[in-house]
């Protein structure tokens, strides 16, 4: 499905002394498996990065320094690949000094001991599940290549989309507009509804619009963790963009202390954002009260958007995370079902959790969590 | 906006009497409207020259750059999504043109991408306006280009 140059199946063998990697060669070569002699430990460093099956190497050729650049050129592997070994031992060793041989070892990560003398059958059998293993490995490879290449597809597709379904729905916003300032004195009381359903309509496809974009985009966030960010700035910035909704709420909002993290700005500003907002738009009668807590728990930030509002049914807690999802209407209330998902997709992103615990009529808890 | 100066005037050339000239690059009549609605809601007394897509708009240019009593714009608003040649390579010509280097460039457009806006930046645009969906806010055009002529 994806590339596999030819190298990339072929057995590397390390074995300076005597005969010992042509007798290796001709008995791989005897069952088909195609395979490079290196002289030295240099030379197998630069062989392993034109790519290799699997590798052999007789330990007399490991010094500590090999065992070190091999283990430097081991940590350099993409994600995907663990470089299958087979280390060739010294036969009747006692076995105190071949467990002190393992740890020295213990660097190269995935590798096999064997033996010394080796028995044909041994070495076909140890080198067929090295390749084994290894093809995994490139399955994985092109299994994470087209999961990256579909995420970029779906960065693009958002971006024309945005780009250019945005175009004309701006120009029927607009000139519905246009139409209302310049002939709504023509129109009846009929026509006036029709255009006031046009334009709603074209307002609420770009709310759509903007929507998919960032989801798309939250799609794409790299993963390399950024520098850490006091969480109280981005989330400062928050509820500086809902201002107006606040205000007009009456709604009370305590924050506790923020934690730093290792996320950007934009992300959990966005994801305070949307938990914020929703605690606004789905409140009740009474007063509203929101309530934003952070804290440590083992490994991540447990951070926690807490509200007395309408609250959720039980079956409905995961389907609100789904995109386009809504439980309403939009005349009860507006919305594009589109910010949860976002939330969700930012958050998983950075290798965290959110979920909700809520009680209908009894408010919300929403909960996210981010790696400390 | 028309500066009334006699023309012996000394020490003022000929181009501050004349009107000042903004090539509009936009290939969506729509659009081409509303550019029109902004400079006249802000009485601004300029000549508009509007060109379709992005051959049109290297096509004048190039004769800008042959012709030297051409007159060259003062500003142009320049769409990023054309037809073929795109906003951004017509940003480019502008920018390694001659006489046209260092013409204000407002770029127009329905992209809020930070791609995009980061791209025209780089390309040398003098500024970005993302075309809103109100029609008051688009009008607000209007205001950036009078500032731009300033």
């Known amino acids: 499905m994806f590339r596999r140059s030819a190298s990339e199946m072929r057995v590397l063998i390390l074995a300076p002394l005597g005969r010992d990697a042509r007798l290796l060669a001709d008995t791989l070569a005897a069952l088909d498996i195609e395979t490079k002699i290196s002289p030295d430990a240099k030379i197998l460093i630069a062989l392993l990065a034109e790519g290799a099956g699997t590798a052999i190497v007789a330990e007399e050729a490991l010094t500590a320094d090999h065992v070190q650049a091999l283990a430097a050129w081991l940590a350099s592997q993409p994600p995907w690949s663990d470089m299958p070994f087979v280390i060739l031992t010294h036969s009747g060793r006692p076995s105190a000094e071949s467990k002190r041989r393992a740890q020295e070892l213990e660097p190269l ?24 293993a290894r093809v995994r490995q490139y399955e994985m490879r092109s299994r994470q290549e087209a999961l990256i290449q579909a995420n970029a597809d779906l960065e693009q597709f958002a971006h024309s989309a945005s780009h250019d379904l945005r175009e004309p729905i701006r120009s029927i916003s607009v000139y519905s507009e246009l139409l209302k300032k310049h002939y709504e004195q023509f129109l009846d009381l009929r026509g006036k509804e029709f255009l006031s359903f046009i334009h709603s309509g074209a307002q609420r496809m770009e709310g759509l619009l903007a929507d998919m974009l960032s989801y798309a985009h939250a ?3 790299s993963d390399d963790a950024p520098e850490p960010i006091c969480a109280r700035g981005p989330l400062d910035a928050a509820l500086e963009n809902l201002s107006g909704a606040i205000r007009e709420s009456g709604a009370s909002i305590t924050v ?9 700005t934009s992300h959990l500003e966005q994801v305070f954002q949307n938990l914020v907002g929703n605690a606004i738009k789905y409140r009740r009668e009474e007063p509203l009260h929101i309530r934003l807590t952070a804290r440590r728990e083992d490994k991540h930030w447990l951070f926690c958007v807490e509200d007395n509002g309408i609250g959720i049914a039980l079956e409905y807690r995961k389907a609100i995370f789904g995109i386009f999802k809504r439980l309403h209407t939009n005349q009860a209330y507006s919305g594009t079902g ?20 809520s009680e209908l009529g009894c408010g919300s808890k929403f909960l996210f969590t981010i790696p400390a | 906006m028309r500066v009334k100066v006699p023309l012996h005037y000394p020490g003022l050339s000929k181009m501050s009497v004349t009107i000042p000239l903004i090539v509009l690059i936009e290939d969506s009549q729509t659009d081409v409207f509303l550019v029109k609605e902004a400079i006249a809601a802000h009485r601004l007394d300029v000549e508009l020259h509007i060109l379709e897509d992005g051959e049109q708009a290297t096509g004048f240019i190039a004769r800008i750059e042959s012709d030297e009593s051409a007159a060259c714009p003062r500003l142009f608003l320049l769409d990023l999504n054309l037809p073929r040649t795109s906003g951004f390579e017509v940003l480019s010509r502008i920018r390694q043109s001659e006489r046209c280097a260092s013409v204000p460039v407002l770029v127009v457009t329905s992209s809020d991408a930070e791609k995009d806006r980061a791209k025209s930046a780089a390309l040398g645009a003098t500024a970005y306006f993302r075309k809103p969906s ?14 731009l002529l300033a």
């Open chain 1, 219 to 221: 799609s794409s966030i």
């Open chain 1, 109 to 132: 990560g995935n590798f096999t001991l064997i033996e010394r003398p080796v028995r044909p059958e041994t070495m076909e059998t140890a080198i067929r599940a090295a390749l084994r």
């Open chain 1, 338 to 357: 589109m910010g949860l998902a976002i939330c969700q997709r930012i958050v998983e992103r950075y290798r965290g959790r959110i979920w909700v615990e």
């Open chain 2, 134 to 147: 109100g029609y008051e806010a688009f009008l607000k055009l209007g205001e950036i280009i009078h500032e």
């Open chain 1, 256 to 264: 506790g202390e923020m934690p730093m993290v290792r996320m950007r």
